[in-house]
């Protein structure tokens, strides 16, 4: 044992040695505070709360010159509300990786790095220990100011935990550069999930009204507990441990209002993919109806989408994607066959039949050609 633990103190050392000799990619600039707070704010729905401690956190972080130790973000909640989405926006944010042709993950944002908690199904843990290390290090060794995403961080051994919290605490004493105190550390969990739905129905639905700091603490406090339950360490060191994470940030369930948005968001991404490389285009708009009785299908729980928006992308395919289909494959659709006279597109609208029971696409003339943006 006492050999095993040395072989991964040792590896560590080393590795973090090996940050001073980094090449230098693409790291952060000085727009890439506004590029995170625009992109948040237009990709992610029904998470004002959330978006907002997650840009001020990043940017008054971007904004320390010399900071002395990476931020750490804890993000709770259940799945499909945002979480993971939300880093992907900063990641692409962050490293101006914003037009159609960036490859984010990949080529312009290698800073970008997400680490499954459960990634490493070796029995031995010391062996899965060696590997957390592995990834993390050699991902930070090759690049500066990283944004780092641990999903299920709280499924975490307690020699991986030990390993992060020596990468938080100590990257000065292992002559780790001050980069690297500029990169962001996301650690991702569902825990929580429970309160954090207490303390919305406590602030009556209204995300502006709950109490941050409450929540924080519950928050913090049931994850002091589950790693104490695991008794690796003592109480003083499980409190260190939690010290390191500058912000638990909440992630509440979607409400009817995120799903239109998240509904309309996504009709909007298959319609320009429908246009993409296309000589005639269309501009197609959703009807109210469409989105009341597209939100109909997901499954709710008194006032949240149960699943968040995971069931989004299964309930367009049942009832719209079909006819977006059908219309790339139809060739010309619509007045003048698609790009009209005078410079307007065809624009077909997203409607409900006269029963009331089906979508449908309509014709509805001309308009002005879609923007990049849809």
Not at 195 to 201: A, G, H, M, P, T
């Amino acid at each position: 044992m006492l050999a095993s633990t040395l072989g991964i103190v040792i590896s560590s050392v080393v590795a973090m040695g090996l940050l001073l000799l980094a090449p230098d990619p693409r790291g952060f600039d000085e727009n890439s505070c506004d590029r995170l707070k625009e992109g948040l704010t237009r990709e992610v729905f029904g998470q004002t709360l959330a978006t907002n401690q997650f840009v001020n956190a990043v940017c008054d972080h971007l904004w320390e010159e010399r900071p002395l130790k990476p931020l750490v973000l804890s993000i709770h909640g259940p799945p499909g509300v945002g979480k993971s989405f939300s880093h992907f926006v900063a990641a692409r944010a962050l490293y101006n990786a914003t037009s159609s042709s960036s490859e984010c993950p990949g080529l312009n944002c290698e800073g970008y790095k997400v680490v499954y908690g459960l990634d490493y199904t070796i029995h031995d843990r010391d062996k899965q220990s060696e590997a957390l290390v592995s990834k993390l290090i050699g991902h930070l060794s090759a690049r500066r100011e990283a944004l780092v995403v641990i999903e299920e961080y709280d499924k975490l051994d307690c020699k991986s935990r030990g390993v992060l919290k020596q990468i938080f605490d100590k990257g000065l004493a292992l002559n780790v550069t001050e980069q690297m105190q500029k990169s962001v550390f996301l650690l991702e969990s569902n825990t929580g999930y429970g309160k954090i739905v207490e303390s919305l129905n406590a602030a009556r639905g209204r995300q502006e009204d709950v109490d941050a700091e409450s929540l924080q603490y519950t928050l913090k406090n049931m994850m002091f507990n589950l790693w104490q339950s695991e008794k690796c360490e003592d109480r003083v060191d499980t409190v260190k441990s939690l010290s390191l994470i500058d912000m638990f940030v909440p992630y509440f369930p979607l409400d009817r209002q995120a799903i239109r948005q998240v509904l309309q968001r996504s009709i909007q991404r298959r319609v320009k993919a429908l246009n993409k490389g296309r000589g005639k285009q269309h501009r197609i708009t959703v009807s109210e109806e469409v989105l009341e009785f597209l939100c109909d299908k997901i499954e709710w729980d008194g006032a949240y989408a149960v699943e968040g928006a995971k069931e989004v992308a299964t309930v367009i395919r049942r009832h719209v994607f079909g006819l977006l289909y059908k219309l790339s494959v139809s060739g010309d659709h619509g007045t003048n066959g698609g790009n009209g006279e005078g410079g307007g597109v065809a624009h077909l609208e997203l409607a409900m039949d006269e029963a009331g029971k089906k979508v449908e696409l309509r014709e509805m003339g001309l308009a002005d050609a879609p923007s990049e943006e849809e």
